[in-house]
């Protein structure tokens, strides 16, 4: 376990162990609790999957020492494999639709990874299927696929759950994630039922995606700006289980936004749009908790801020909503 208090060997003994940072919106009486994953050394949430699923295809013989990894991926998943993949000695390819932000694509460069980009009207479907296509073309090569490896929801079952649990000694009340992959949410909440089945597990996404449809509600399909969040077909979301989530919260990227900017003015926080939303659900699910509206087992609400603004000031993240690009 990192103490970030001694000398350490790698950059990759610095991935997890974040601080957990009360969001001063949340009211007294329900604190909201965020985990600040930029401060992981790839500046988000996937470093640590990153290298939990390759330490743990490479302990099982799935991937080979010297192999590649390919990866479709928005960006952060590709910026914490890049960093582990050049740690562990791997070499590691990217296929990202265009509309992906520059500042991810540049740093996966950077650490030494091939970027191939895919058009951005054949979404993440054609990223994937492209990432399968090269994966056949090379020898040893393997695709970890974040969207269907159960080791990334591992990942956070093994790791980012009990951080949060040993940070509040247990006293958890409700756990608020945005879903991508939904590889967050699904690893912390399962380790949350264990801790206490009544645990309330809220599924965030943006006003637009289908995740709502999986729990019957009839949501209208759209385009949106939050980057890194929502889902335009659950088929492709298989880590997502909608049996152990009580609620899916949508949150519109005009309020995301307006809550991403509050964020850094009033509490100092340089987060982007997906934390925006995952605050915003969490400021709503507190206040439902306090008015007795929802029932927990604790006062209080643990959520996850994924990544950093400064990763989406080429899409103008702290202009005005009108100019804010996705
Ligand atoms: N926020 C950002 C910025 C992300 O890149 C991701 C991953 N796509 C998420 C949130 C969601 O995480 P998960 O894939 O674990 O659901």
């Known amino acids: 376990m990192t103490s970030h208090r001694e000398p ?25 609790y965020a985990k600040l994953e930029s401060f992981n050394p790839g500046a988000s949430v996937k470093d640590r999957i990153a290298l939990y699923m ?22 952060n998943t590709g910026i914490g494999l890049a960093i582990a993949a050049g740690q562990l000695g791997l070499d590691a390819i990217f296929v990202v639709p265009e509309r992906f932000s520059v500042e991810k694509q ?21 990223a994937i299927d492209r990432a399968h296509e090269l994966a056949d073309e090379l020898d040893d090569a393997v695709v970890p696929q974040q969207f269907a490896n159960p080791l990334n929801a591992e990942a956070h079952y093994e790791l980012t759950a009990p951080e ?6 247990g006293a958890v009340g409700a756990i608020v994630a945005g879903c991508g992959t939904a590889g967050t949410l699904m690893g912390i909440a399962r380790y949350a039922l264990e801790q206490n089945p009544d645990t309330h597990i809220c599924a965030v996404e943006p006003e637009g995606s289908l995740y709502s449809t999986t729990k ?12 890194g969040i929502g889902t ?24 995301a936004h307006d809550e991403l900017k509050r964020l850094a003015r009033e ?14 659900a969490s400021l709503r699910l507190a206040r439902k908790i306090e008015f007795g509206d929802v029932d927990a087992p604790h006062n209080s609400v643990v959520t996850i801020f994924p990544d950093s603004s400064e990763r989406y000031l080429s899409k103008g993240i702290y202009r005005s909503f009108d100019e804010w690009e996705n």
């Open 164 to 169: 949060i649990f040993d940070a509040l000694d």
């Open 8 to 32: 350490l060997d790698s950059v990759l003994d610095t991935i997890g162990e974040t601080p957990l940072v009360r969001v001063h919106a949340s009211p007294d009486t329900v604190p909201v």
């Open 232 to 255: 335009h077909n659950v088929a492709t979301n298989e880590l997502f289980d909608p049996d152990i989530v009580d609620s899916v919260e949508q949150v519109a990227d005009r309020d």
């Open 267 to 280: 509490e100092g926080h340089l987060v982007a749009s997906s934390a925006g939303a995952a605050s915003v």
């Open 106 to 126: 540049q740093l996966m460069t950077a650490l030494g990874a091939e970027i191939i980009n895919t058009p951005t009207e054949d979404g993440m479907g054609g």
């Open 216 to 227: 019957g509600k009839d949501v209208p399909e759209a385009e949106y700006k939050i980057e």
């Open 54 to 75: 390759l330490e743990q295809m490479l302990e099982r013989g799935e991937l080979s020492p010297g192999g590649t990894v390919i990866e479709p991926t928005a960006g």
